[in-house]
């Protein structure tokens, strides 16, 4: 069965570093989404992607962030200069176009120390 | 933008019951609502979806049910099992394609 595959499963960094989390979406889907969890709390939207450009994305996803598709399979996301409240589970998910379901990967555990 | 909460943040239910979790949502032009599970250090995981053309939808011992009127989804899940003991969230898909979740429900599941 296809899934969302994330790498690295866990990644710690010192504060003002920049980080890279890295996506494969599943490979007939068309839109692309990165959320954040902070433990214990919802999953909140960070930024969707469609048609290789930002479609939308929340208050969250100041300048410091940034997402792309480098080339047909992986989805970044990058953030420039890490802050000790980035600390959280980053999950990518994609879907295929129309009303349907979004696909979620184990996501990748961030600590900024 | 699209608000997404939920009643209860805790649900503890002894095994063999049905369970009932309910969520609300604020825009009443969104047409398409899923319910994920999410169990301790994995993903959201697929449950079950309806569009706002049905008012229930029903799966293997789960069903979804919407009310447009008052803008109210719920998941009931029949005689609730150890295995079904997670987080679980409802999300909406906003006109274009942003999912947004609501606060989630801990289930908790008595043997």
């Known amino acids: 069965e296809p899934e969302v595959t994330q790498t690295p499963s866990h990644q710690v960094t010192q504060m003002g570093q920049e980080v890279i989390l890295r996506c494969v979406p599943i490979?007939?889907?068309?839109?692309f989404y990165w959320y954040r969890q902070i433990l214990g709390q919802k999953v909140e939207f960070l930024v969707s992607f469609y048609n290789n450009e930002i479609s939308e994305k929340s208050e969250i996803f100041d300048d410091q962030f940034s997402v792309e598709r480098p080339d047909g399979s992986n989805f970044t996301l990058k953030i420039r200069s890490t802050k000790l409240e980035d600390s959280a589970m980053y999950f990518c998910a994609s879907r295929k176009t129309g009303p349907t379901e979004a696909f979620f990967g184990q996501g990748t555990r961030l600590t900024v120390v | 933008g699209e608000s997404v909460g939920l009643h209860l943040p805790t649900l503890s239910v002894q095994e063999g019951d049905n369970s009932i979790i309910n969520c609300a949502y604020s825009n009443s032009a969104s047409d398409y609502f899923i319910w994920y599970k999410q169990e301790s250090g994995k993903g959201p995981q697929f449950i079950i979806d309806i569009r706002s053309n049905m008012d229930k939808r029903q799966g293997q011992r789960v069903t979804v049910l919407l009310n447009k009127t008052v803008k109210h989804l719920s998941l009931q899940i029949a005689a609730t099992q150890p295995g079904d003991s997670a987080v679980y969230f409802c999300?909406?898909?906003?006109?274009?394609?942003?999912?947004?979740f609501g606060a989630g429900t801990i289930l908790r599941v008595k043997s």
């Open positions: 999300a909406v898909l906003e006109y274009g394609n942003k999912l947004v």
């Open positions: 490979s007939n889907h068309l839109y």
